[in-house]
């Protein structure tokens, strides 16, 4: 019989690799739009409306509050560390990057309701549980296997 992933819960923090990327894009971001601009100066109003939205993006993607994410063996549930920064949510976690020692995850809620959260995970979050976060994060939930509805009894 296979089982599935642990049960695990763990703390995720903010992670100077993950703020030093996404300063770097939006540094690459910025230097493309310049260069855009410089090839026909009238297009300098949109350059502007363009680099305020990579601002926005940066700020957005770098103020990651700290994170409990928990896998109950069923699903993944979120909550901010503090309460200040909003409610928790329940769903799916998809792998967007794998680093090996690090981790960029995507929260997708549960019936596509709320907004996506973009979560950098290092393995100095939680050492001891790094390994059973890597199993639990590509381990098919029942919600996500299409066999697990056809086969229930009920079905």
């Given at each position: 019989m296979r089982r599935g992933a642990p049960v695990l819960e763990l703390t995720v923090h903010r992670h100077r690799w993950w703020?030093?990327?996404?300063?770097?894009?939006?540094?690459?971001?910025?230097?493309?739009?310049?260069?855009?601009?410089?090839?026909?100066?009238?297009?300098?109003p949109l350059a502007l409306l363009l680099c305020a939205l990579v601002l926005w993006a940066v700020r957005a993607a770098v103020?990651?509050?700290?994170?409990?994410l928990?896998?109950?063996?069923?699903g993944w549930h979120w909550r901010p560390v503090s309460p200040v920064h909003g409610?928790?949510?329940?769903?799916?976690?998809?792998?967007?990057?794998?680093?090996?020692?690090r981790l960029l995850l995507c929260l997708l809620p549960a019936g596509g309701k709320g907004p996506r959260r973009w979560v950098p995970v290092d393995a100095s979050d939680a050492p001891s549980?790094?390994?059973?976060?890597?199993?639990?994060?590509?381990?098919?939930?029942?919600?996500d296997d299409p066999l697990a509805v056809s086969n229930s009894p009920d079905a």
């Open positions: 703020r030093r990327a996404v300063t770097a894009l939006a540094l690459l971001a910025l230097g493309g739009l310049a260069a855009w601009v410089l090839g026909a100066p009238d297009r300098w103020s990651v509050p700290p994170l409990r928990r896998f109950d063996g069923q409610v928790g949510g329940s769903g799916r976690v998809q792998v967007v990057l794998d680093l090996g020692d549980l790094w390994h059973a976060l890597r199993c639990a994060v590509y381990c098919r939930t029942p919600g």
